[in-house]
């Protein structure tokens, strides 16, 4: 076992995981700016692109929550469990393993969407010029979501040999490139033309593919514990399976949140086009809280899984209670803020008073159940790196159902309107957070 990964088994927690979150929560926070800049940008086309990309938007979360969430966190998981057993040869073949399910999962969503995406879209309430708006983003989207995957895999891969600094600084990098360029082809300036919505989804793909091919590239220069190496190119059905046994049920957990989002905005559309754009500013303002859960999670999941490789459940279960702790913390503050001064967020987006008056209800309604988004995250992102995600699982279908069981009784049959549908997604949130609190303290990490 080499030097650092042996520091990474014994170093306390709490500093451990302060030292490896830092860069990652501030990528992931200027990743999130990126994602708010894109809204304020097609903003300036007027209500009708707002509510184009708020339908479409569900279905960019789902690319990126299943590459970089679901698969990502498994070959973190696997990478870091391999180099906790001192396995470094498997870690190695892991990389190759990582690649195949990126192509096979990007043809695989491409194909859905030809097939029933724009089916899907209508489902959601688009029609007219918001429905071809938000097909022709998908569209793009999709096309390209080769890189969209390989952003998030080969940044997992960095994670689970513990380099976080490799990916932040790319990300980073990626942020100073998305944002002008959207801004390039989303208004048409500096003579470029002007596609609309459509050069959002052109510069994030395009960014995709920056990104990826340097991390990609420095993947095959030595000095790493491990590397992209034409010797280890072995297919191995037992690596497959290591990572599936973490991503196949990892998987739900997106499907299922970004089943909460499509059903919301199902109900949300039915209140009218405002309503539908005042939701997606502020589920875009909610997002903020996912990069700082995310850099304190993708570290998570690394040391957790080392200690998990190496036989340490304890130090294991230490670092989940200390990270998700940390995560609370960091999402309350976000939702305090978001609650008490919701109109200097908003009013950055949006000055149409229906708009401005949904986004306005949903963030103070829902800001204060941030904390245990933030907790629930966290240590979902712990369960991948301890290789058990039935809990996970659990409290995302009782999320799921809360939130859309609850959001339609209140919304519809009590007649609570937007409000009733806000409360149950915030109660939901609630549910989910003590459920992954309570599996842990019951030891489920241990089975």
């Keep these: 076992m080499d030097v650092r990964t042996r520091l990474f088994l014994t170093d306390p927690p709490g500093p451990l995981l302060v030292r490896m979150a830092t860069p990652n929560s501030l990528a992931f926070m200027i990743q999130s700016f990126v994602s708010l800049g894109e809204v304020w940008i097609i ?231 405002a309503a539908l754009a005042g939701y997606g500013i502020g589920s875009r303002i909610e997002f903020l809280l996912i990069p700082l859960v995310f850099g304190i999670g993708a570290a998570m999941t690394s040391l957790v899984g080392l200690a998990i490789g190496a036989g340490d459940i304890a130090r294991a279960e230490r670092i989940g209670w200390t990270g998700g702790a940390m995560a609370a913390a960091l999402a309350g503050v976000v939702g305090a803020l978001l609650t008490l001064f919701p109109d200097r967020f908003i009013g950055a987006f949006t000055q149409d008073p229906e708009a401005f008056a949904a986004a306005r209800s949903y963030v103070r309604i829902v800001g204060p159940f941030y904390a245990f988004q933030g907790l629930g995250l966290a240590l979902y992102f712990a369960s991948q790196g301890a290789g058990y995600m039935f809990w996970p699982v659990a409290a995302t279908i009782a999320r799921v159902a809360l939130a859309l069981g609850g959001g339609w009784w209140l919304g519809f049959r009590l007649e609570c309107g937007l409000d009733g549908i806000y409360i149950a997604a915030a109660a939901a949130m609630a549910i989910y957070g003590l459920m992954m609190a309570g599996s842990v303290k019951l030891g489920a990490w241990r089975e």
């Excluded at 299943?66 to 998981?77: E, I, K, L, P």
């Excluded at 491409?110 to 429905?131: H, K, M, Q, V």
């Design 43 to 273: 903003g300036q086309l007027g209500t009708v692109s707002l509510a184009a990309i708020a339908l479409s938007f569900p279905l960019l979360m789902l690319t990126q929550a299943m590459a970089g969430g679901a698969v990502g966190g498994a070959v973190t998981s696997s990478i870091a469990r391999a180099l906790g057993r001192g396995d470094s040869e498997a870690a190695n073949r892991l990389i190759w393993h990582a690649l195949a399910i990126c192509a096979g999962g990007s043809a695989l969503f491409l194909l859905l969407f030809l097939a029933a995406g724009e089916s899907l879209l209508r489902f959601l309430g688009g029609s007219g010029i918001i429905l071809g708006q938000a097909a022709s983003y998908c569209l793009i989207l999709f096309s390209g979501g080769l890189f969209l995957w390989l952003l998030g895999v080969t940044g997992a891969v960095f994670r689970g040999m513990g380099d976080m600094k490799t990916p932040a600084a790319l990300m980073v990098l990626g942020a100073f490139v998305q944002v002008p360029l959207t801004a390039v082809l989303v208004l048409g300036l500096l003579g470029a033309p002007r596609l609309g919505i459509a050069g959002a989804a052109v510069s994030a793909v395009a960014t995709g593919f920056l990104v990826s091919t340097v991390m990609l590239f420095l993947l095959t220069r030595p000095g790493r514990i491990i590397r992209l190496e034409r010797g280890a190119l072995v297919f191995e059905r037992r690596l497959f399976r290591d990572i599936f046994a973490v991503a196949a049920p990892a998987s739900l957990s997106p499907l299922l949140t970004i089943l909460i989002i499509l059903s919301l905005t199902a109900m949300i559309a039915r209140f009218g086009e």
